[in-house]
């Protein structure tokens, strides 16, 4: 857990420096970001009394990645040390413990990130354990979505020149699909699955 931790910290940063070089001075609004995705993933839970709703699990997954990607980007902002971080996910995570009603936990979480415009660790792997998702399937799920992003943005995404569609398959799925065929505890895990989304994106769309 603990280099997974780290992979996905150093991951981030890269990220984040692709967007921007001096990403760490621009005062983005992480924390917005979040909320918005709160009420993202709220939507995928259900909300309404009036009609029936059927939590949809795997979407609720992908958004609580999404989230995870703005809370690493706040704690790397933080000014802590990377063992120091680690630490505080560790025990978080070893503490995690829902309510009955995952509902009541996501609005916490929320307003947790509307009071302190930080993000909460206890309140995310709350949500986590909610759902029974365990921190290897957040990994990997973050590793994933990281190189699609990075991948998106070396093929001409910013420049509106990249195509999602892949043989008539958006790019998530050929993800997916490539992801299976691979062994993700492998310490280049990020690097093999970029190798491949590059051969399949010559293959099919240059």
Known sequence: ????????????????????????????EWY??????????????????WKKQTPDVDQIALELVDIWHFGLSLMLMSGDSTETI???????F???????????DLEK?????????????????????????????????YVGKNVLNFFRQDNGYKEGTYQKQWDGVED??????????LDTAAADFSGELYTKMDQ???????
């Open 1 to 28: 857990m603990k280099q997974q931790i780290i992979s996905m910290l150093e991951l981030q940063d890269k990220m984040n420096s692709k967007v921007h070089a001096n990403w760490r001075d621009q005062e983005f």
């Open 32 to 49: 917005r970001a979040i909320w918005v995705e709160c009420a993202e993933l709220l939507d995928h839970y259900g909300w309404k009394w």
């Open 86 to 92: 680690v630490a505080r996910i560790g025990d978080a």
């Open 94 to 104: 070893s503490k995690a413990q829902p309510s009955d009603d995952f509902a009541v």
């Open 109 to 141: 979480f929320t307003e947790q990130t509307l009071a302190t415009k930080d993000f909460d660790i206890a309140g995310f792997s709350r949500l986590m354990v909610g759902i029974s998702m365990d921190f290897d399937t957040l990994h990997v799920g």
């Open 172 to 181: 998530n799925e050929h993800l997916v699909n490539i992801v299976a065929k």
């Open 200 to 206: 399949l994106y010559s293959k099919l769309c240059k």
